[in-house]
C-alpha cells in the first residue's frame, strides 16, 4: 500500500507545526493498489512520456463519463484552459466574463492569451456566476463567457448559453471542481462548446497534476490536439504552421487517472453520502448557512462549504481556528479575483466579495468517516454555545 505520509505530504507543506495524527485535513487523494499496478506497469513498458495506451484509454474513459465526444488530456486544469482559450482563437483585445469568485486559474487562463478577464458578479444561494450581471458587462469586444461551477454546483448554462447564442459568444465551462455535477441529468463537461477540468491531488478524481478538455466539436478537439503537441499537425513531422505549447499528459499520469476512473461513481455516491451526513448534523445552527442544491442541478460537493454569519458567535476567521485546535482543517472561500493586485477593480463585485468574507470549506475527501463527520458537526454546534 501507498504510505500514509506520502499522500499526507502535499497538506503538511503549509503548516507551521507538526499536526495531531487524528487531524482530519480539508481533502486527501484516494489512491490504491489499482494506480500503483498501472503505474508500474507504464514503467516496465517504458512508455513514460506522452506516447502509450493509457493517455488514449483515459481520455476515452473520461470523454464517456461526461457524456461529450472528445477529451484531449493536458498537463493540468490552467492548460486545460489556456489551450481551449487559445483554439477558439481568443487573443489581445478580447473580453472574456469571467465570475470574480473562483480560483486565480480562471482569469490567468484569459490573461495568457491576451485577452482581458472582466468579471461579473455571482448569486448569492448557488454562489456560481450571475446571468444579469453577465448580460450588463457585455461588450463589442466581448468573446466568450467562462462560467465556473463552483465548489461543485453548476453554473445556470441555460441562462448563460442565451446569452452566448443573442451575442454569439463562446461559453467555456470551468469544470475543474464539478467533475460529475449536471443539470437535469446533463453532466458538465457539456454544457457549453468546451470545458476544462483539473486532475489535481484535491479534484474529484487525480493524476498528480493533470487536465482534460471536453467538447463535441470535432474540428475544435483536432485544433486543441495540435495546439498541445507544439502545433505540429498529425500528417507533417516537425512542420508547424504556428506557435503551439507542449501541454501534454505523461502515460504516467493517465496510469494514475486510468485507474481512478474505476471509482470515479463510488468518490461521488461517497461525497453525496457525506454532504447528507453534514445535511443534517448541521441543521438549525442559527447563522450557519448551507450550501445549495438548485431544483434540476445535481451538486456533487466537491468542497462542502457552509457561510459563517451572525448570530453565530464566532466569525468565520475565528471559526478556522477553533477547529483547527480541534484537530480539523477548514479554508476560506477564495478572495475576489478583482480584489488581487493584477486584477484590482474600482467596483469590487458585492455578492463576491461578502461571500468571501465568511464562506468556508470543510473537509470534505470521500475517505471521511461517518464518525469524523459527525465529530466536525458537534465541534461547530459546540462553539455555537
Ligand atoms: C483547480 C482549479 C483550476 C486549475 O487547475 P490546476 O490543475 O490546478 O491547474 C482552475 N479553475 C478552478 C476553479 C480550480 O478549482
Same mark, same amino acid.
Given at each position: 500500500m501507498?504510505?500514509?505520509?506520502?499522500?499526507?505530504?502535499p497538506?503538511?507543506?503549509h503548516?507551521q507545526s507538526?499536526r495531531p495524527?487524528?487531524?482530519?485535513?480539508?481533502y486527501e487523494? *484516494?489512491?490504491?493498489?489499482l494506480e500503483? %499496478?498501472?503505474?508500474?506497469? +507504464?514503467? !516496465?513498458?517504458?512508455?513514460?512520456?506522452? $506516447?502509450?495506451k493509457?493517455?488514449q484509454q483515459?481520455?476515452a474513459?473520461?470523454?464517456?463519463?461526461?457524456?461529450?465526444?472528445?477529451?484531449?488530456?493536458?498537463?493540468?486544469?490552467?492548460?486545460a484552459?489556456h489551450?481551449?482559450?487559445?483554439?477558439?482563437?481568443?487573443?489581445?483585445g478580447?473580453?472574456?466574463?469571467?465570475?470574480?469568485?473562483?480560483f486565480?486559474?480562471?482569469?490567468?487562463?484569459?490573461h495568457y492569451?491576451?485577452?482581458?478577464?472582466?468579471?461579473?458578479?455571482?448569486?448569492p444561494?448557488?454562489?456560481?456566476?450571475d446571468?444579469n450581471?453577465?448580460?450588463?458587462?457585455i461588450?463589442?469586444?466581448?468573446?466568450?463567457?467562462?462560467?465556473?461551477?463552483?465548489?461543485?454546483?453548476?453554473?445556470?448554462?441555460?441562462?448563460?448559453?442565451?446569452?452566448?447564442?443573442?451575442?454569439n459568444? *463562446?461559453?467555456v465551462?470551468?469544470?475543474? %471542481?464539478?467533475?460529475g455535477? +449536471?443539470? !437535469?441529468?446533463?453532466?458538465t463537461?457539456g $454544457?457549453g462548446?468546451?470545458?476544462?477540468f483539473?486532475f489535481f491531488?484535491?479534484?474529484v478524481i487525480?493524476?498528480?497534476?493533470?487536465g482534460?478538455?471536453?467538447?463535441n466539436?470535432?474540428?475544435?478537439?483536432?485544433?486543441?490536439?495540435?495546439?498541445?503537441?507544439?502545433?505540429?499537425?498529425p500528417?507533417?513531422r516537425?512542420?508547424?504552421?504556428?506557435?503551439?505549447f507542449?501541454y501534454?499528459?505523461?502515460?504516467?499520469?493517465?496510469?494514475?487517472?486510468?485507474?481512478q476512473?474505476?471509482?470515479?461513481?463510488?468518490?461521488?455516491?461517497?461525497?453525496?453520502?457525506?454532504?447528507?451526513?453534514?445535511?443534517t448534523?448541521?441543521?438549525?445552527?442559527?447563522g450557519?448557512?448551507?450550501?445549495?442544491?438548485a431544483?434540476?442541478y445535481?451538486?456533487?460537493?466537491?468542497?462542502?462549504?457552509i457561510?459563517?454569519?451572525k448570530?453565530?458567535?464566532?466569525?468565520?476567521?475565528?471559526?478556522i481556528? +477553533?477547529? !483547527?485546535?480541534?484537530?480539523?482543517d477548514?479554508?476560506?472561500?477564495?478572495?475576489p479575483?478583482?480584489?488581487?493586485p493584477?486584477?484590482?477593480?474600482a467596483?469590487?463585485r458585492p455578492?463576491a466579495l461578502?461571500l468571501?468574507?465568511v464562506g468556508l470549506?470543510?473537509?470534505?475527501s470521500?475517505?471521511?468517516t461517518?464518525?469524523?463527520?459527525?465529530?466536525?458537526?458537534?465541534?461547530?454546534?459546540k462553539?455555537?454555545?
Amino acid at each position: 500500500m501507498i504510505p500514509t505520509q506520502l499522500s499526507l505530504l502535499p497538506f503538511l507543506e503549509h503548516e507551521q507545526s507538526p499536526r495531531p495524527a487524528n487531524f482530519i485535513p480539508v481533502y486527501e487523494p *484516494w489512491l490504491g493498489d489499482l494506480e500503483l %499496478e498501472y503505474v508500474t506497469e +507504464a514503467v !516496465r513498458s517504458s512508455w513514460i512520456s506522452s $506516447l502509450g495506451k493509457y493517455v488514449q484509454q483515459f481520455e476515452a474513459q473520461f470523454a464517456r463519463f461526461c457524456g461529450v465526444a472528445h477529451g484531449i488530456s493536458t498537463s493540468n486544469g490552467t492548460t486545460a484552459l489556456h489551450l481551449a482559450l487559445h483554439a477558439l482563437g481568443i487573443g489581445p483585445g478580447d473580453e472574456v466574463i469571467v465570475p470574480a469568485l473562483t480560483f486565480v486559474a480562471s482569469a490567468n487562463a484569459v490573461h495568457y492569451t491576451g485577452a482581458t478577464p472582466v468579471f461579473a458578479d455571482v448569486d448569492p444561494v448557488t454562489w456560481t456566476l450571475d446571468p444579469n450581471d453577465v448580460a450588463r458587462r457585455i461588450t463589442p469586444r466581448t468573446r466568450a463567457i467562462m462560467p465556473v461551477h463552483l465548489y461543485g454546483h453548476p453554473a445556470p448554462m441555460d441562462a448563460i448559453n442565451e446569452l452566448a447564442r443573442a451575442h454569439n459568444l *463562446w461559453v467555456v465551462e470551468d469544470a475543474a %471542481e464539478a467533475h460529475g455535477a +449536471a443539470i !437535469r441529468g446533463r453532466r458538465t463537461g457539456g $454544457l457549453g462548446h468546451v470545458a476544462a477540468f483539473s486532475f489535481f491531488a484535491n479534484k474529484v478524481i487525480t493524476t498528480g497534476e493533470g487536465g482534460m478538455v471536453t467538447t463535441n466539436d470535432e474540428a475544435l478537439a483536432n485544433r486543441c490536439r495540435m495546439l498541445r503537441d507544439h502545433a505540429m499537425p498529425p500528417e507533417s513531422r516537425y512542420w508547424h504552421n504556428e506557435v503551439g505549447f507542449n501541454y501534454r499528459l505523461t502515460n504516467l499520469q493517465a496510469a494514475v487517472g486510468v485507474a481512478q476512473m474505476t471509482r470515479i461513481e463510488e468518490f461521488l455516491r461517497r461525497k453525496r453520502t457525506i454532504a447528507g451526513l453534514y445535511q443534517t448534523g448541521l441543521a438549525d445552527i442559527p447563522g450557519i448557512t448551507l450550501p445549495t442544491e438548485a431544483p434540476g442541478y445535481t451538486n456533487i460537493f466537491w468542497m462542502y462549504s457552509i457561510l459563517v454569519q451572525k448570530p453565530y458567535p464566532l466569525s468565520r476567521d475565528e471559526l478556522i481556528v +477553533a477547529l !483547527r485546535a480541534e484537530g480539523i482543517d477548514s479554508r476560506p472561500f477564495f478572495h475576489p479575483l478583482d480584489t488581487l493586485p493584477p486584477y484590482r477593480s474600482a467596483e469590487p463585485r458585492p455578492t463576491a466579495l461578502a461571500l468571501s468574507r465568511v464562506g468556508l470549506n470543510l473537509p470534505s475527501s470521500p475517505r471521511l468517516t461517518d464518525g469524523q463527520v459527525a465529530f466536525i458537526c458537534e465541534t461547530i454546534r459546540k462553539l455555537a454555545r
